[in-house]
Structure formats: C-alpha cells, structure tokens
Nanobody, 122 residues
C-alpha cells in the first residue's frame, strides 16, 4: 500500500517556473523509481520524466528536455519536478507514480497520485 500526493501546481504565465512535489508514504521500501506524467482533456496521458531512486539517473520526454528537471530526496520519500520556461502547451494535470525500475511506459507504473493542475497562460 503506497500513497502518493502531488503538490505545487498552479496558474503561471508563459516563461515562468513551477516546482511540483510528490510525497510518498506507506510501503515506500518497494519504490525503486518514480515518474511524472501529464494529461489534458481528450488526450492520452503522456510521459514527462522519470528517475531511479537509487542512482538518481533520469529520463525526459523530448518536449520538456532542457526545461524540466526531475530530482529526488530519498530521506523524504519525495520526488520533485522543476519546470522552467513554461509554455501554454505544458498546461495539464500532472501525476506522479511509482515503479520497480525507470521506465517511460505508464502501464509499468503501480500506484498513482491524485494529480495537480498546472495552467500556463499566454
């Protein structure tokens, strides 16, 4: 049983920054990797970034590479997503999830958070 809670979303203007947090609780010993995904109405959920909790190695979607940074704090069982140079196209509900290894495939993740809304105005 794992609980994931995202926070840090909000409304910003294009070019501004936000930092999302995902705090894990429960049986956190099973979490080897965590990822961020996003979804807009009428579209499939898409991969954003993922990180290995043990090594810190990261992976990014091409659409966010160079602008977003994923990081983790194992002592706090928390993963962050620093989002810089935000664009209106980044507007979505952002979800975090846990998995046994770093992957881009959403069906390989187990527990998911409730999501946090990010809105970027033009």
């Amino acid at each position: 049983q794992v609980q994931l809670v995202e926070s840090g979303g909000g409304l910003v203007q294009a070019g501004e920054s936000l930092r999302l947090s995902c705090a894990a609780s429960g049986r956190t010993f099973s979490i080897a990797a965590m990822g961020w995904f996003r979804q807009v109405p009428g579209k499939e959920r898409e991969f954003v970034a993922a990180i290995s909790m043990s090594t810190g190695s990261s992976d990014y979607a091409d659409s966010v590479k160079g602008r977003f940074t994923i990081s983790r704090d194992n002592a706090k069982n928390t993963v962050y997503l620093q989002m810089n140079s935000l664009k209106p196209e980044d507007t979505a509900v952002y979800y975090c999830a846990e998995s046994y290894y770093r992957t881009r495939l959403q069906w390989e993740y187990g527990y998911w958070g409730q999501g946090t809304q990010v809105t970027v105005s033009s």
